[in-house]
């Protein structure tokens, strides 16, 4: 299995990716267990937090497995896979934190975006790297965290951030040594979880309408189906 799963006290749940030897990297079958944990999670009336991690403090995710062998359909379902599991990360009905340790790039930087809030080690090397392979992928959230001229240096370069600078652009809101980042981002869900629960889930329910961000992420999804289908699309092996 390349998932962990765990509930902690007061309705936590951490999950963890566990592909080491890819920096997990997200193959067709890693991407099937996210999205039906995230299914199964988001309606879970006990779930409170959702912290998304890793096993190793190398990566978070270091996007998608271009290694892994595929033909052209298998492709597109991997990157319909992809668009899918974007949509589920936006409706878990709680508030979500990812653990941004080591390689966060790619599909990786995506996710982390796409959480509520993000504990970052000081290892981190955050990249949104679509442009190389171009990949149309980045606005849709990025846009929204750090502003549109920001977002367009990002993503247009592919550049890497570190902690300092994910900090200084408010794209992280703690900053730990690798090995403690998890446990900075479980405290930080306990936190959370000894709030209304009802008012937690209402709250993410106004940030997801005012922010139309599910509108958004629906733009870009059809777009990377599309340049998967159609286009160059991502290396398949």
Excluded at 21 to 45: G, Y
Excluded at 67 to 88: I, K, N, S, W
Excluded at 145 to 174: F, I, M, N, P, Q
Aim: hydrophobic share 40%; aromatic share 4%; glycine share 8%.
């Amino acid at each position: 299995m390349s998932l962990l799963r765990e509930r902690r006290d007061h309705g936590v749940e951490l999950l963890r990716i566990d592909r080491p030897t890819k920096r997990n990297a997200l193959d067709s079958a890693t991407l099937r267990l996210l999205v039906s944990a995230l299914t199964e999670l988001s309606a879970d009336p006990e779930l409170r937090v959702l912290v998304l991690s890793t096993t190793s403090t190398d990566a978070f995710c270091a996007g998608a497995d271009v290694t892994e062998p595929l033909d052209p359909e298998a492709g597109v379902a991997r990157m319909e896979a992809f668009a899918q599991l974007y949509r589920c990360v936006e409706h878990i009905p709680v508030p979500t934190i990812a653990v941004c340790v080591g390689n966060c790039v790619g599909a990786g930087a995506e996710i982390v975006a796409g959480c509520d809030l993000r504990v970052a080690g000081d290892n981190l090397k955050l990249a949104w790297a679509g442009a190389r392979h171009g990949v149309p992928v980045g606005p849709a959230r990025l846009t929204q965290l750090v502003g549109l001229s920001r977002a367009k240096e990002l993503v247009y370069t592919g550049r890497t951030l570190d902690a300092a600078e994910a900090a200084s652009y408010d794209l992280v809101h703690r900053v730990a040594p690798a090995d403690q980042a998890e446990a900075t981002a479980l405290e930080l869900a306990g936190d959370l979880a000894r709030q209304s629960a009802d008012g937690l889930r209402t709250l993410k329910v106004m940030f997801r309408d005012l922010e139309r961000t599910d509108e958004r992420i629906s733009y870009e999804n059809e777009r990377l189906v599309r340049f998967q289908r159609h286009g160059t699309g991502l290396p398949q092996g």
